[in-house]
């Protein structure tokens, strides 16, 4: 029976290797950090990693490997153990996994918080329990994929507006008027990321906040590659836009900047966290979170809370970077994020500069069609907090070494 499917796969796998888009993992031998060993890709041989200057992380604040996330780590792990082997509503519930869900709300400001294996989970629950075939999701079209598959699990309306484009999504909104047969939709919910990733472009959360008030709809933010850095506390785009206590629903990630390890929520009203306690399938059916990371997640938002050392940190390398990278001539986008896309345009051009910084021993991503428009190649640099800035200039050199390269 498997032989026919042996054969079906591996013509597909042959197709993703000719388009040019498979997906070759490099294993890092070293915590993960803005300085790691790497092996050059493949399947390979541990023994062959090499030192890299990392900047293709979401390791904004550099909490990946800080020595008082793991010293939390390890306590849990004596004090807690280390797995639940539950459930949270059967037997998998610890008082730190509350207290967690109580310091995400209290940095966030929402009223409640719930936890999640991950941000891909909070967002394939957080719809199809509060979203039915009544109910009208507008979602912006270059929101991130779990988003995308979370609302696919309704039966409501669905309408996709075009990237941050205010005018479609009022267009969209009127649309929704029509449902129920001209009654409208019981439940509207705006729908976009906080940033979107392979731009580094924020949301325009004040402009979608009025629009929700005009039209009496929800918004929902999910702020993963925001949390913990961006506005004023750190709080995310809704505080950087001054628009916290108008965004109903939050989902987000521990995974990139707080700490990196895993784990996600959707914090919010009251009653919304409360439904989703009751009826969100990926809660109900999926295992707690591990006491370590609980404990770990607690600890960054602690350091987050004392201090905006790492977050200055942060901004002022992304600002160095651009300067620098300015002065030598090379296009990037506008932007006041940490995610700076530097642009070949190119899409083989793009592959080649990023082979050649590997060889200049720093660790970056070339991204191209379909990820991104064709003929808007380029190069997504991720900066972090850990970076030094001897670490950006090399980066910067290596981009140049790269580009003189090709010239000749
Ligand atoms: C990274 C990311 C996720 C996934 O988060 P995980 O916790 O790793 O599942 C979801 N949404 C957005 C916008 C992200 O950037």
């Not at 604040?61 to 797995?83: S, V």
């Not at 209290?106 to 394939?124: K, Q």
């Not at 082979?355 to 064709?374: C, H, I, K, Q, W």
């Not at 670490?391 to 010239?407: H, L, N």
Request: charged content about 25%; overall charge negative; glycine content about 8%.
């Amino acid at each position: 029976m498997y032989t026919e499917i042996k054969q079906q796969l591996n013509d597909e796998l042959q197709a993703i290797r000719d388009a040019g888009t498979f997906k070759a993992e490099r294993a890092i031998t070293t915590p993960q950090s803005s300085h790691v060993k790497a092996t050059p890709g493949g399947v390979e041989d541990s023994s062959k990693a090499e030192p890299v200057l990392n900047f293709c992380a979401n390791n904004y604040l550099g909490l990946a490997d800080h020595p008082k996330l793991i010293e939390a780590a390890k306590r849990a792990l004596d004090e807690r153990g280390f797995g639940m082997a539950s459930v949270r509503f059967i037997c998998g519930t610890g008082d730190r996994h509350l207290e967690l869900e109580r310091r995400v709300s209290e940095f966030l400001g929402t009223e409640d918080t719930i936890l999640f294996a991950s941000c891909f989970d909070a967002n394939g629950g957080v719809f199809q329990s509060l979203f039915g075939k009544e109910d009208a999701i507008i979602s912006d079209e270059l929101n991130h994929a779990s988003l995308i598959d979370g609302i696919r699990l309704t039966k409501s309306a669905r309408l996709r507006y075009r990237n941050a484009d205010m005018a479609d999504l009022r267009a969209k909104l009127e649309e929704t008027k029509q449902l129920n047969d001209g009654k409208g939709a019981r439940r509207t919910v705006i729908v976009t990321d906080g940033v979107f990733s392979m731009d580094g472009y924020l949301a325009p959360l004040d402009e979608i906040c009025d629009l929700a008030d005009e039209f009496g709809a929800l918004v929902l933010v999910d702020d993963s590659h925001a949390v913990g850095f961006m506005g004023e506390t750190g709080a995310g785009t809704p505080e950087h836009f001054g628009v916290s206590d108008r965004v109903d629903i939050y989902t987000g990630t521990f995974g990139k900047a707080l700490g990196g390890a895993s784990g996600g929520y959707v914090a919010g009203r009251k009653e919304i966290v409360e439904m989703l306690r009751q009826t969100a399938r990926p809660y109900l059916f999926s295992n707690s979170l591990a006491p370590s990371i609980v404990e770990a997640t607690i600890t960054a938002l602690d350091l987050v809370k004392e201090s905006s050392e790492l977050r200055q940190q942060l901004f002022d390398n992304a600002a160095l970077f651009r300067r620098r990278m300015s002065e030598e001539g090379f296009e990037l986008l506008e932007g006041e994020h940490a995610i700076i896309p530097v642009m070949f345009h190119d899409a083989a051009l793009a592959g080649r500069i990023a082979d050649r910084m590997l060889e200049n021993g720093v660790y970056v991503t070339a991204f191209s069609f379909p990820v991104v428009p064709r003929g808007e190649a380029r190069i997504r640099v991720q900066l972090s907090a850990a970076h030094s800035a001897q670490d950006i200039e090399k980066v910067v050199q290596a981009f140049v070494k790269s580009r003189d390269a090709e010239q000749h």
